[in-house]
């Protein structure tokens, strides 16, 4: 079991392009997480879907920042267009509803946005 | 709404003494509750969990914590520190212990292991 895959691992960019995150979760778990972190906010829950439907979105900060899982091997989370403020690490995680549980966190993804 | 709070974002300890991570919760139904460790450059991992089974709860590498309701307490410990314990280490509350839940995190607490 591979784990959690997230990719790229750094990113750097130049304000106003496009920024896309991507995750691939454990095979056969039905929720995927995606969180943000940060030294002023610590870990903030951004979307979460089960079996690819999103289910609370609530906290994806602006309309600039969107989130999509095309099927359950796959989900991206796209900025657009990017600003320094959205410099973090995004953390992608899956679950099993039915496991003991929990939470398998990829390695996360630093942006940077310049 | 639930919440979680983390007394003191760097604590440091000497190899060999005694780790006390606070962590206090809010929250208005019967919490679940959760520690995690994060090595640098690293996801979160699980340290241990409340589910109601049992109050005191043993985790992973010689970590437990115990659910204290009348002190809305969940703080983690482990009787002698080692060099690898550095990391940062968070708590967080569910409202349930199955995966189909969001986590709520605390602000986390540094740790750091004196030679």
């Known amino acids: 079991d591979a784990g959690v895959i997230q990719s790229p691992r750094h990113e750097v960019t130049e304000m106003g392009q496009e920024v896309t995150l991507r995750c691939k979760p454990i095979s056969g778990h039905d929720y995927l997480f995606w969180y943000r972190q940060t030294m002023m906010r610590g870990l903030e829950l951004l979307i979460y879907?089960?079996?690819?439907?999103?289910?609370?979105d609530s906290g994806m900060p602006e309309d600039r920042f969107s989130a999509k899982m095309p099927n359950a091997s796959f989900s991206t989370l796209k900025i657009q267009p990017s600003e320094p403020r959205d410099s973090a690490v995004y953390f992608c995680a899956s679950s099993l509803e039915t496991g003991n549980y929990g939470y398998t966190f990829g390695s996360g993804t630093r942006l940077t946005v310049v | 709404a639930q919440s979680v709070t983390q007394l003191g974002s760097h604590v440091s300890v000497s190899e060999g003494a005694l780790v006390l991570l606070r962590c206090n919760y809010s929250s208005s139904v019967p919490p679940y509750l959760f520690w995690y460790v994060q090595y640098p450059n690293q996801g979160l991992q699980l340290l241990l969990k409340y589910t109601s089974a049992a109050t005191l709860v043993k985790g992973i590498n010689g970590f437990e914590a115990e659910f204290k309701k009348s002190e809305t307490s969940f703080h983690l410990t482990k009787p002698s520190a080692h060099m690898s314990d550095a990391a940062e280490y968070f708590c967080a509350v569910s409202r349930n212990s199955r995966g189909n839940e969001k986590l709520t995190f605390g602000t986390g607490t540094r740790l750091t292991i004196i030679p």
């Open positions: 879907f089960n079996n690819n439907v999103p289910i609370d």
